[in-house]
């Protein structure tokens, strides 16, 4: 399949010596997405907290896919290691890099990201001009993940050069609009590269993005559900015994803002809890996360300020944040599927069994080559007829 090679502004290929030392493979499925971030494949693993460490990140690069090793939880002392690690197991290959503005150690994932020469960054919202100036001037694609059309609009304003839109039935915060809605409505409205997230896991999924005028599919929960991922035996049970989409659903009550997660005793027990019960949570939930993340009073109190004055609608949202990286750690590192939360996208309920990242990509290129033979062969028939 031949995609629009057409390099869009503000995104040719960087340049630099990492290409040379790993010329990207042709593919026939290569578009101009993995000239810029030198992977072999249109295939992203985005970052998810807790699962994408420096193994996932590993395993995925090295099959050829680009992977996001999810910053925001990885403990500060730990996240240069982590880096050094997937360079060591990836014989140095691109991979990327995803932070949260809010998090305590941001300034030092962006430091970390320029010194060891990261490939991209993802995102939420946060960065303004000057960061992602700064990154985008050291070479770093600034990729951020958007759930609605302002939001792609204002992320390139600010100076992203890649955009992840992610669909509604998507893992973890999510939006409301579906993919087939979502990716044509910004496809057709910007000028940079598009990759489309929510609901991927196959040959033909990627093979639809690309036609929709996506540059390649970037998928979380199809990566949680491998042997490469880490995550606990009990907690990955939970995923594949998951056949319902309908209870793959998106509750507010963990962060106070949407996020999609498998239904389980926990989240009914936070149902049916009362709002002191859900404020005791999140303040218990606050409290070991400072502690986890060494962050100081101040920093803490700096950022309830800045919620209290930019909306004070916002203050109990900020006050639930650390939920969810708290209650994804027990599923997700501890092990207990039913005292925690497991983000997922409705997706794991047609991904029927658990494979390495290598047969995962293997098997969605090769699904995907025969698909496109198989739309090529209607053509041919077409003609002949
Ligand atoms: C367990 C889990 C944890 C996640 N954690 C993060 C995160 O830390 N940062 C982030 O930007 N997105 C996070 N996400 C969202 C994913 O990066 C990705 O955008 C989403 O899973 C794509 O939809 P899919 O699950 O249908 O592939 C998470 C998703 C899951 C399933």
């Not at 970052?47 to 992977?67: D, E, H, K, Q, R």
């Not at 992602?132 to 992320?155: D, F, N, S, W, Y």
């Not at 940079?192 to 996506?214: E, I, K, M, S, T």
Request: proline letters at 5%.
């Amino acid at each position: 399949m031949t995609v629009a090679a057409a390099s869009p502004a503000g995104a040719s290929p960087v340049q630099d010596d990492r290409a040379a030392a790993h010329p990207v493979q042709l593919s026939p499925l290569r578009t101009p997405l993995c000239d810029l971030l030198g992977c072999r494949y249109p295939i992203v693993q985005t970052a998810m907290g807790w699962v994408a460490g420096s193994s996932l990140v590993a395993a995925t690069t090295n099959a050829g896919g680009f992977g996001f090793l999810a910053g925001a939880t990885i403990p500060a002392d730990q996240v240069e290691a982590e880096i050094l690690r997937v360079k060591q197991l990836t014989d140095d290959r691109p991979f990327g890099l995803n932070f949260h503005m809010f998090q305590p150690n941001a300034q030092q994932l962006l430091d970390l990201a320029v010194k060891h020469r990261i490939r991209a960054v993802s995102y939420g919202r946060g960065p303004d001009k000057k960061v992602i100036g700064r990154l985008r001037e050291a070479g770093i694609v600034c990729m951020p993940t958007v759930g609605a059309l302002k939001h792609a609009q204002k992320a390139i304003e600010m100076g992203a050069n890649v955009i992840t839109i992610q669909g509604g039935e998507g893992g973890g915060h999510t939006g409301s609009v579906p993919t087939t809605v979502l990716l044509p409505q910004v496809v057709d409205a910007v000028q940079v590269p598009v990759v489309a997230a929510g609901g991927f896991y196959d040959g033909r999924g990627l093979v639809a993005a690309l036609a929709y005028g996506a540059q390649g599919i970037a998928m979380g929960t199809r990566f949680l559900m491998t042997t490469d991922s880490g995550v606990p035996a009990a907690t990955l049970e939970r995923y594949v015994k998951a056949k319902d989409a309908e209870r793959i659903r998106v509750s507010h009550l963990v962060d106070g803002m949407p996020q999609r997660m498998l239904d389980n005793e926990y989240l009914q027990m936070l149902e049916k809890a009362s709002p002191f019960k859900r404020l005791r949570i999140a303040l218990s939930s606050a409290l070991q996360w400072k502690a986890q993340t060494g962050m100081t009073t101040a920093h803490a109190m700096r950022v309830l300020w800045q919620a209290l004055r930019e909306d004070p609608s916002s203050v109990a949202q900020t006050v639930m944040a650390a939920n969810a990286p708290v209650l994804l750690e027990r599923s997700m590192i501890d092990g207990k599927p039913a005292e925690g939360v497991m983000s997922s996208g409705q997706v794991a309920a047609v991904i029927g069994k658990l494979s390495s990242c290598q047969d995962v990509i293997d098997g969605i290129v090769a699904q995907a080559q025969e698909r496109v033979a198989v739309l090529a062969s209607l053509r041919v028939a077409e003609h002949r007829s």
